[in-house]
Nanobody, 126 residues
Framework: QVQLVESGGGLVQAGDSLRLSCAASGRSFITHTLGWFRQGPGTERQFVAAVSWYGANTKYADGVVGRFTITRDNAENTVSLQMASLRPEDTAVYYC???????????????????WGHGTQVTVSS
């Protein structure tokens, strides 16, 4: 069992930066691929970013490339999402997720992730 707790959300203005964090507890953290997803008002949950077990590989959704950075600290059992140049369309609830499977690629499908946090709200005003 893995527990994930997100933090760091809030209300910011367009162009601002924000850093989200996710603290993991439970079984071994280091063997998981970790990801961030988001769900905006009236939209489906969508992939944002993922990071491999040791942080060597990352993957991003097209709309956040160059603005968001995902990192992990296995010693602290945390994964972070640094968001810059925020836009109103980034407004969403952001979720941290963990994938336990061994894969040849970084997954971006919701169904690939077994454990989820409860989310943290990010609101970007124009």
């Amino acid at each position: 069992q893995v527990q994930l707790v997100e933090s760091g959300g809030g209300l910011v203005q367009a162009g601002d930066s924000l850093r989200l964090s996710c603290a993991a507890s439970g079984r071994s953290f280091i063997t998981h691929t970790l990801g961030w997803f988001r769900q905006g008002p009236g939209t489906e949950r969508q992939f944002v970013a993922a990071v491999s077990w040791y942080g060597a590989n990352t993957k991003y959704a097209d709309g956040v490339v160059g603005r968001f950075t995902i990192t992990r600290d296995n010693a602290e059992n945390t994964v972070s999402l640094q968001m810059a140049s925020l836009r109103p369309e980034d407004t969403a609830v952001y979720y941290c997720a963990a994938d336990l499977e061994y894969r040849s690629h970084l997954p971006s499908a919701i169904s690939d992730y077994m454990y989820w946090g409860h989310g943290t709200q990010v609101t970007v005003s124009s």
